[in-house]
């Protein structure tokens, strides 16, 4: 691995994340939601702060912008889209911008649904991908500005990428979301068997967060809309895809 990740909570169940190029020494704050906890955890670290990346306008992903901005003097990385949304960015990206961060190269993916602005940040090297709230553990985000079929397509990209690279979400929404999995698809034993593991896991107050996109292939019903199981279970045996999409979103949001 040639970046270093610090993985912290913020507000409620949000996670912010660090990332160093262990080679430059570059830090990057990935959607921090406040100030003092991004402060606090670089000065624990001992890191300053280079760039802030930003994956979508919500306040709970960019709350810690100006006053990082102003303490350290750093660049922010936004999307393109969301420039009237997300005050003073210095970096627009949009899809398929490819940029070098110390010696890592990371790829930027934009993933309208949950916003319209929405991007990920991809080091396909490692193997790690910053995707805010497309997906996460066993779900996926809200679609509050795109359509269902803009949603469907963001994640279909997702899947599309290697099945070892780590999703590092920015909320720990996992045990709902799994109990909202288990009744859609009650027979899948890799499910129950997450669902044991993460049981496990937030007992002990541990996060879910990152997770593998194989283990989200083999369990997440938001990418799972050819599974016979979940279809026959929303009787929607002969749906399009896009149409099983949409029937789990909208039964998450009232679940
Ligand atoms: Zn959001
Ligand atoms: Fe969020």
Same mark, same amino acid.
């Given at each position: ?14 996670? #912010?994340?660090?990332?160093?190029? !262990? ?11 406040? $100030?003092?906890? =991004? @402060?606090?955890?670089?000065?624990? @670290? ?7 990346? #930003? =994956? ?12 990082? @901005? &102003? ?11 969301? &420039? ?5 960015? +210095?970096?627009? #990206? !949009? ?19 949950? =916003? ?10 490692? !193997?790690? %991908? ?5 997906? $996460? ?21 997702? !899947? ?5 690279? %780590? ?9 709902? #979301?799994?109990?909202? *999995? ?13 669902? &044991? ?8 107050? %541990?996060? =879910? ?7 989200? %292939? ?7 809309? +050819? ?11 002969? *749906? ?5 999409? *949409? ?9």
């Amino acid at each position: 691995m040639k970046i270093e990740i610090v993985q912290y909570p913020a507000l409620n169940d949000n996670y #912010n994340f660090l990332l160093r190029d !262990k080679d430059s020494d570059l830090v990057a704050a990935i959607d921090p939601s406040d $100030f003092q906890g =991004t @402060k606090n955890k670089l000065h624990e @670290k001992g890191w300053r702060l280079d760039q802030i990346w #930003n =994956t979508h306008h919500h306040p709970d992903h960019i709350g810690g912008n100006q006053e990082l @901005k &102003q303490e350290f003097r750093c660049q922010l990385r936004a999307p393109e889209y969301d &420039q009237k949304r997300i005050k003073g960015s +210095d970096i627009k #990206n !949009k899809d398929g911008d490819q940029f070098e961060f110390g010696s890592s190269q990371f790829e930027v993916l934009y993933l309208p649904g949950h =916003t319209l602005g929405h991007i990920a940040y991809h080091c396909a090297e490692d !193997k790690v %991908l910053f995707i805010g709230d497309v997906i $996460f553990a066993m779900g996926c985000g809200r679609v509050f500005e795109g359509t269902m079929e803009q949603m469907y397509s963001s994640i279909e990209r997702v !899947k599309s990428l290697d099945p070892d690279t %780590l999703l590092y979400c920015a909320h720990e929404y996992t045990l709902a #979301n799994g109990r909202f *999995a288990m009744s859609v698809e009650p027979q899948n034993s890799r499910l129950i068997d997450r669902m &044991q593991k993460v049981n496990k896991l937030r007992q002990q107050g %541990l996060p =879910t967060v990152p997770t593998r996109l194989r283990d989200e %292939l083999n369990t997440n019903p938001f990418m799972r809309t +050819d599974s016979m199981e979940i279809r026959m279970n929303l009787k929607m045996e002969n *749906a399009s895809a896009v149409e099983v999409f *949409a029937e789990l979103r909208s039964q998450k949001d009232h679940f």
